[in-house]
C-alpha cells in the first residue's frame, strides 16, 4: 500500500536520486583516474563524467584540497535541492541524515577551542550539511551542561544530548565520551525513526543502521584497548539497535584484547567474513576498509529495492565514498606516491 | 535528382597532414564543415593524447573569459555582437598573444577588484559605524530623558531591576551591527547563555548594505548590549564573534559620540571619491574587454575545437605528419582538397596534403546536403529518425505533405492569411532578425520553421477556400446553387424549413469551388455535412499518403538491390492497404457518384440517398464476412454487383499476405544459407584496399550469418507493425477531421465571443461618440435621434436573427434544414455573408 502512495510526494525525488546515483563512478573511470601524471590529468578525466566542469573556474595549480572542496560543494547542493523539494515524512528522514555531520561538527569546534583554534579557522573545517545557526558561538561553553543550555538546547540534537549533561570540564576524554553517546542517541533514534515510517524504507534502513551500529561499537572498543577509559563506561556507549545487540554488546563489553573481539564477530557470519579477511600487513585490507566495502555493499545493495528512503541515504553515502575515493587518488597523484593508489573503495 | 532523392555519396578517404600544416588545414577544414573525423586513438584516455596540452591551455584562456564575462554581467556593460563575419581561427602563434591579453586583463581586474574589496569593506565598516552611533544615540536619549550621561543612564537601569540593589556598579556595553535574519536567534542565545542578564536593544538600518565580498545586497541591525562585570563581557564578545557581529567602539560620552560621528562622516566622503575612482577604472577596464569578449570566446573555441580535431589524428612513425580518416560526400572532394590547398599555403608548408579515397565495408554516415529552405523540414524528419546509408529521404515530399496536412486541420482563408504574412514576414526580414541573435526559445522556434510556417499559412488559405470558411464564415463569390421558393407567409412563420435538391430549389449544378456558402446558414445539419465530408477526406489523404510511403520503400529494395524484400515485403504490403483500405477508398467514390436525390431513373429507390449505405458499417461487415441485418427491405445492401464475393476474396487475399510478410524473407534467408554451407562456406569477403601507407585495415561489418531467430524476432516485430500500424493510422488519419471540426467551432466561438463583440462594442462607442460630438456642435436633435435608434437597433437585430449572427432580418426567415445529407442545403437570400 505504501508503495502506491509513495510517488505522490516522493517519486520525483526518487527518479531524481537514482539519476544522480547513475553519476557515480565507475570501475572503468577509476582505472583511468589511477593512470593520471598530475591533478591536471585527473581534472580533464573527470571533465568527461558526471562531474563535468566543476572544476572548470578554478585556476590552475589544482591543489587536493580545492578538489575535495568542490567534490564535497557538488554534494551538497545536490542533497539540498532533494532536501528542498521534499516533504514530510521525507523530510525529516533527510534531516536525520544531517545531524550526524551536526554531531561531527559540534565536537570538532569544541576540540579546536579546547586547543586554543580561533573559531574562524574551524568554521570552514565543518560539514556544510552540518552546519546550524548557533554553531559558530559554541565557544562560549566550558562544560557540558553548559554546552547544552546555551547552544544545543534548540537544534534538533537536544533531545540525543540529555545524556551527556554534567558538570565535567570539557577535555578530551569528554568529548569522545560526549561524541559517542551523541551517536547512540542518534542512531537510536534514526533506527526507531524508520521503523516508525515502515514498509520498505524499515526494512533497508535498518539493515544499514544496524551495520553502522556495530560498527561503531566494534570500532570503540578496538580503540579503547590501552585507554583509560573503563569497561563500564565503554558498554554506555555502544549504540543498541545492531545485530550484536545484546549478546554481542555484552561479549564486547568484557572484551580484552583484538583476539577476543574477532572471536565476538566469530558468532555473527558477515562480521565473521569482515574480521578474516583483515589485516595490518603490507598488501592485507585493513578493517576499516573492509567495513568501508562492507557499508558500500548495503548502500548499493539498497537500490535495488523501489518506493523506499533508504535510497537517499544510500546515495549520500555513496557520494561520499567516491569523495574519499577521489581525495585518496588525487593525493596519491600529487604526492606522486603511487604504490597505495589502489587502495581505493570501488562501489560499481 | 541525386542529392535530394537520397542521402549524400560518401566516401572514407586518408588524410596525410604535414604536423605544421595540419592546424591550418583543420583550420579550413573546420570552417567548411563538410568533414566527419573519425577517432583513430579510441582506446587513449582524454589526458594522454597528443594536442593535450594546447587543449588544457584553451580550457585556461576559457576560465579567463567566463571571469570576464562575469565581471562584465556584474556591471552590467552590454558586450558587442561580432560585427560583420565569424573571425576566423587565429593561428598558433596568435594564441600565445591571446593568453598574454587574457592573463593581463585578468591580473588587472583581479587586482582592482583587491583594492575595490578592501576599500568597500572599509566603507561598509564606517558606514556601519556611522549608523551605529545615529541609532545609539537614539537609545540613549530615549533612556536619558534631560541628562546626558551614561551615569544616570545606569541608573535608570538598574533601579529598572528591584532585585539588584549594587549601587555604583559600572554597567559596561558593546555596540555593534549584525545580520537582521540572525537577530532572534542571537537574543535568545544572549539571553540563555548570560542567563538573562544583559540588555539588548537594536534598531533595524533601513537601507541595505553591501557585502564586500560577494557585493550582495543585505539587511543588518544595529545591536547595542547591556551588561555587567568582566566575565559577561567576554562571554557577550564570543557570542557576537560567533553569530558574525562586528563591534565597534562607542563613546560614552555624547559629545564624544558626536565628534566621532563628525570624523566618520568626512572619512566617508574621502572614501567615497576613492571609491568612485577605482570604480571607474574597473569600469574603463571592463569597457574595453566588452568590445570584444565575444570575438574571444569565438577564436578560443575554434582554438580548442581544432585541438580536439587533431587528438583525434594518428601520428605517422617518422613523426613527420599526421595521418586521419574522414568521411567526405563524394561530391565534395573538389572543395575539400582545395580548402587543404589554402590551408597549406597559409601555413606556408612546401609538402602538399595528401588526401586518399579508401574502400571499406562499413555502413558511411547519412548526409543530407540541406538549404535554409530544405533544413527546416529536414530537422523535421530527424526528429523521427535519421534514414540509413543512401536510403530514400523523405524529407523532399515532407515540405508538401506537412504544411498540407496542417493546413487539412486549419482551414480558414483569415487565419491562414494572417499564418502566412507572419511566416512571409520573416523570411522577408530574415537577414535583420538573423542578425539580431534573439534568444527566446519561442521565437527561435517559430525563426527555424519560417518557411514551413510560409507554406503553412499558403496551403491553409487555400483549403479555407475549399472548406469556404473566412474566420468562421464564408465567401459567396460564385452564387450559391440554392434558391428558396417558399412564399412569404412560410418563411415569416416557419421556424425551420428543407430546401428539397430534386426541386427548383437546387440549380443543379455545384458550386464551382469549394463548399457552397449556403451551407453557412443550415444550422441544424451544417456539421454534420461538413463531419461526412471532412471524415471522408481525411481518410483518402490518409491512405494514399501511406501507399505513397510503402512505394517510397520500393524504391529502397531496388537500389540496395534486396530482391527478396520486394517480393516477400514489399508486393505483401502493398496488397493489404490496397485489398483493404484502398478498397474502402473505392467505396467512398462509389457511393459519391452512384448515389444521389435525383437518380437518372427517378423511380428507382435503390440509388436514391434513402439507401445510400454507410461506409463504416459496410467495411466492418466486410471484415467479419456478414451483411447488414438492419438493410432496409426495399433497398439493395451492394453497390454493384458481386460486391460481396469481391469483398471476401479481398479479405481473405489481404489476410493471407500477413504470413508472406511473416515468414517469407526469414525463410528465404534460411534457405540461403544453408545454400552457402553446402558450397563450402565461401565468406563474401571484400577486398578491401589499403591505403597507400599506414592505412588501418577496416573491420568488414557485413556478416551474412545472422542468427536466424533474430532475423524472425525482427521480421516479427515489423509485420506486427506493419498490419497493426495501417489499421491504426487510418484511424489517426480521422484525426485531421477532428482538428478541422475543432478548429473551425473554435473559430466560430472565438468570432462570435471575440471578434465580433469588440467589433460591435467599437461600432457603438464610434457612433456614440460622433453623435454626441455632433448633438454638441449642431445641436440638432434629429440627428441625435437617429444615432440612438441605430445604436440601440443593433443588437435587436443580431437577437431576431436566425443563427444568432448579425444578418439582415431576411436571412432569418430563410433558415432551414436539409434532408440530403449529401448534397442538399437551406436558400442563401443575401450573396453577402454575414
Known amino acids: ?348 | 535528382m541525386g542529392s535530394l532523392f537520397r542521402s549524400e555519396e560518401m566516401t572514407l578517404c586518408q588524410l596525410f597532414l604535414q604536423s605544421e600544416a595540419a592546424y591550418a588545414c583543420v583550420s579550413e577544414l573546420g570552417e567548411l564543415g563538410l568533414v566527419q573525423f573519425r577517432d583513430l586513438n579510441p582506446d587513449v584516455n582524454a589526458f594522454q593524447r597528443k594536442f593535450v596540452n594546447e587543449v588544457r591551455r584553451c580550457d585556461e584562456m576559457e576560465r579567463k573569459l567566463r571571469y570576464l564575462e562575469k565581471e562584465i554581467r556584474r556591471d552590467g556593460i552590454p558586450m558587442l555582437e561580432i560585427p560583420g563575419e565569424v573571425p576566423e581561427a587565429p593561428q598558433p602563434r596568435e594564441m600565445i598573444d591571446l593568453e598574454a591579453t587574457f592573463e593581463k586583463l585578468e591580473n588587472e581586474l583581479r587586482e582592482v577588484n583587491q583594492n575595490a574589496e578592501a576599500l568597500k569593506r572599509n566603507y561598509l565598516e564606517l558606514t556601519e559605524l556611522k549608523h551605529i552611533l545615529r541609532k545609539t544615540q537614539v537609545f540613549f536619549d530615549e533612556h536619558e530623558g534631560g541628562a546626558s550621561t551614561t551615569e544616570s543612564m545606569t541608573r535608570a537601569l538598574i533601579s529598572d531591576d528591584p532585585n539588584k540593589h549594587m549601587g555604583q556598579v559600572q554597567l559596561g556595553f558593546v555596540a555593534g551591527v549584525i545580520l537582521r535574519e540572525r537577530i532572534p536567534a542571537f537574543e535568545r542565545m544572549l539571553w540563555r547563555a548570560c542567563r538573562g542578564n544583559v540588555f539588548l536593544r537594536q534598531a533595524e538600518i533601513d537601507t541595505p548594505l553591501e557585502d564586500p565580498s560577494s557585493s550582495d545586497q543585505v539587511y543588518k541591525s544595529v545591536f547595542i548590549i547591556f551588561f555587567q562585570g568582566d566575565q559577561l563581557k567576554t562571554r557577550v564578545k564570543k557570542i557576537c564573534e560567533g553569530f558574525r557581529a562586528t563591534l565597534y567602539p562607542c563613546p560614552e560620552a555624547p559629545a564624544d559620540r558626536r565628534e566621532m560621528a563628525m570624523g566618520v562622516m568626512t572619512r566617508i566622503e574621502d572614501l567615497n571619491t576613492v571609491l568612485g575612482q577605482t570604480q571607474d577604472h574597473r569600469h574603463r577596464v571592463l569597457v574595453a574587454a566588452a568590445k570584444n569578449i565575444k570575438n574571444w570566446f569565438v577564436k578560443v573555441r575554434k582554438i580548442k575545437a581544432i585541438y580536439h580535431t587533431l587528438n583525434l589524428f594518428n601520428l605517422d612513425v617518422t613523426q613527420k605528419c599526421l595521418i586521419a580518416e574522414c568521411w567526405v560526400p563524394a561530391l565534395d572532394l573538389e572543395t575539400i582538397q582545395l580548402a587543404l590547398r589554402r590551408g597549406t599555403e597559409r601555413s606556408g608548408s612546401s609538402v602538399p596534403p595528401i588526401l586518399n579515397r579508401m574502400e571499406t565495408l562499413e555502413d558511411p554516415p547519412t548526409y543530407n546536403r540541406t538549404n535554409k529552405f530544405t533544413s527546416a523540414f529536414q530537422n523535421l524528419i530527424y526528429a523521427y529518425g535519421v534514414a540509413t546509408y543512401r536510403e530514400v529521404n523523405p524529407a523532399p515530399y515532407t515540405i508538401i505533405t506537412f504544411p498540407f496536412l496542417f493546413a487539412v486541420m486549419f482551414g480558414d482563408l483569415g487565419h491562414g492569411a494572417i499564418m502566412a504574412v507572419f511566416g512571409f514576414w520573416m523570411c522577408y526580414k530574415e537577414k535583420p532578425l538573423q542578425a539580431k541573435k534573439i534568444d527566446s526559445e519561442i521565437w527561435n522556434i517559430f525563426f527555424g520553421g519560417r518557411y514551413i510556417v510560409l507554406l503553412m499559412g499558403l496551403f491553409s488559405m487555400y483549403t479555407g477556400l475549399i472548406y469556404n470558411d473566412i474566420f468562421s464564415k464564408s465567401l459567396n463569390i460564385f452564387g450559391s446553387s440554392w434558391r428558396q421558393n417558399y412564399n412569404e407567409s412560410t418563411l415569416t412563420t416557419a421556424k425551420s424549413l428543407q430546401l428539397n435538391p430534386d426541386s427548383m430549389d437546387y440549380l443543379q449544378h455545384p458550386y464551382p469551388f469549394g463548399i457552397d456558402p449556403v451551407w453557412q446558414l443550415a444550422e441544424a445539419n451544417k456539421i454534420i455535412f461538413m463531419n461526412a465530408y471532412k471524415m471522408k477526406i481525411s481518410i483518402i489523404i490518409g491512405v494514399f499518403h501511406m501507399l505513397f510511403g510503402v512505394c517510397l520503400s520500393l524504391w529502397n529494395h531496388l537500389y540496395f538491390k534486396r530482391r527478396i524484400s520486394v517480393y516477400v515485403e514489399f508486393i505483401p504490403q502493398i496488397l493489404f492497404l490496397l485489398l483493404l483500405f484502398f478498397y474502402m477508398v473505392l467505396l467512398m467514390f462509389i457511393k459519391w457518384t452512384s448515389y444521389g436525390p435525383s437518380p437518372p431513373n427517378f423511380d428507382d429507390v435503390r440509388t436514391s440517398g434513402y439507401c445510400a449505405p454507410s461506409i463504416l458499417i459496410t467495411f466492418i461487415n466486410m471484415m467479419l464476412f456478414k451483411t447488414d441485418p438492419n438493410m432496409r427491405t426495399d433497398c439493395d445492401d451492394t453497390m454493384f454487383a458481386g460486391q460481396m464475393g469481391l469483398q471476401k476474396f479481398f479479405v481473405i487475399a489481404a489476410l493471407m499476405c500477413v504470413p508472406v510478410m511473416l515468414f517469407g524473407k526469414p525463410y528465404f534467408i534460411m534457405k540461403e544459407q544453408k545454400a552457402r554451407a553446402s558450397q563450402g562456406h565461401q565468406s563474401i569477403e571484400a577486398s578491401a584496399e589499403n591505403g597507400t601507407a599506414g592505412g588501418a585495415p577496416v573491420p568488414a561489418s557485413a556478416h551474412h550469418d545472422e542468427d536466424i531467430t533474430e532475423v524472425f524476432i525482427h521480421q516479427a516485430i515489423h509485420t506486427i507493425e506493419y498490419v497493426l500500424g495501417s489499421v491504426s493510422h487510418t484511424a489517426s488519419y480521422l484525426r485531421l477531421w477532428a482538428l478541422s471540426l475543432a478548429h473551425a467551432q473554435l473559430a466560430e466561438v472565438a468570432w462570435n465571443m471575440l471578434l465580433r463583440k469588440g467589433i460591435s462594442t467599437l461600432i457603438i462607442i464610434h457612433t456614440l461618440s460622433t453623435c454626441r460630438a455632433a448633438c454638441r456642435t449642431r445641436r440638432r436633435t434629429c440627428a441625435c435621434g437617429r444615432c440612438r435608434w441605430r445604436t440601440r437597433s443593433s443588437p435587436r437585430s443580431r437577437g431576431t436573427c436566425c443563427s444568432g449572427k448579425a444578418c439582415s432580418p431576411r436571412a432569418t426567415r430563410a433558415a432551414s434544414t436539409c434532408t440530403w445529407c449529401s448534397r442538399a442545403g437551406p436558400p442563401s437570400p443575401s450573396p453577402s455573408w454575414c
Open chain 1, 1 to 348: 500500500m505504501k508503495g502506491c502512495i509513495f510517488n505522490i510526494d516522493a517519486g520525483y525525488l526518487e527518479g531524481l536520486c537514482r539519476g544522480f546515483k547513475c553519476g557515480i563512478l565507475k570501475q572503468s573511470d577509476y582505472l583511468n583516474l589511477v593512470q593520471c601524471e598530475t591533478l591536471e590529468d585527473l581534472k580533464l578525466h573527470l571533465q568527461g563524467t558526471d562531474y563535468g566542469t566543476f572544476l572548470a573556474n578554478e585556476p590552475s595549480p589544482l591543489s587536493v584540497s580545492t578538489i575535495d572542496d568542490k567534490l564535497r560543494e557538488k554534494l551538497v547542493i545536490e542533497f539540498q535541492h532533494l532536501r528542498n523539494h521534499s516533504v514530510e515524512p521525507m523530510s525529516t528522514f533527510l534531516d536525520f541524515i544531517t545531524y550526524s555531520y551536526m554531531i561531527d561538527n559540534i565536537i570538532l569546534l569544541i576540540t579546536g577551542t579546547l586547543h586554543q583554534r580561533p573559531i574562524s579557522e574551524l568554521i570552514p573545517k565543518c560539514h556544510p550539511l552540518g552546519s546550524f545557526e548557533q554553531m559558530e558561538a559554541i565557544h562560549v561553553a566550558a562544560t557540558p551542561a553548559e554546552l547544552y543550555n546555551a547552544v544545543l538546547v534548540d537544534t534538533p540534537l537536544a533531545p540525543f544530548f540529555v545524556d551527556c549533561i554534567s558538570e565535567q570540564d570539557l577535555d578530551e576524554m569528554n568529548i569522545e565520551i560526549i561524541r559517542n553517546t551523541l551517536y547512540k542517541a542518534y542512531l537510536e533514534a534514526f533506527y526507531e525513526f524508520c521503523k516508525l515510517i515502515g514498509g520498505t524504507t524499515a526494512d533497508v534502513m535498518c539493515e544499514i543502521l544496524a551495520f553502522e551500529a556495530d560498527r561503531r561499537a566494534i570500532i570503540i572498543t578496538i580503540n579503547s584497548f590501552g585507554t583509560e577509559l573503563s569497561k563500564d563506561d565503554r558498554a554506555k556507549l555502544y549504540p543498541r539497535c545492531g545485530k550484536l545487540n545484546p549478546d554481542g554488546l555484552a561479549a564486547l563489553a568484557r572484551a580484552d584484547d583484538y583476539e577476543q573481539v574477532k572471536a565476538v564477530a566469530e558468532y555473527y557470519a558477515e562480521y565473521a567474513a569482515l574480521f578474516e579477511g583483515a589485516g595490518n600487513n603490507v598488501g592485507d585490507k585493513t578493517l576499516e576498509d573492509k567495513f568501508f566495502e562492507h557499508e558500500v555493499t548495503l548502500n548499493v545493495n539498497a537500490f535495488l529495492q523501489q518506493f523506499h528512503f533508504g535510497v537517499f541515504y544510500s546515495y549520500l553515502k555513496l557520494k561520499e565514498q567516491e569523495c574519499r575515493n577521489i581525495v585518496w587518488i588525487s593525493e596519491c597523484v600529487a604526492q606522486k606516491h603511487r604504490a597505495k593508489i589502489d587502495n581505493y573503495i570501488p562501489i560499481f
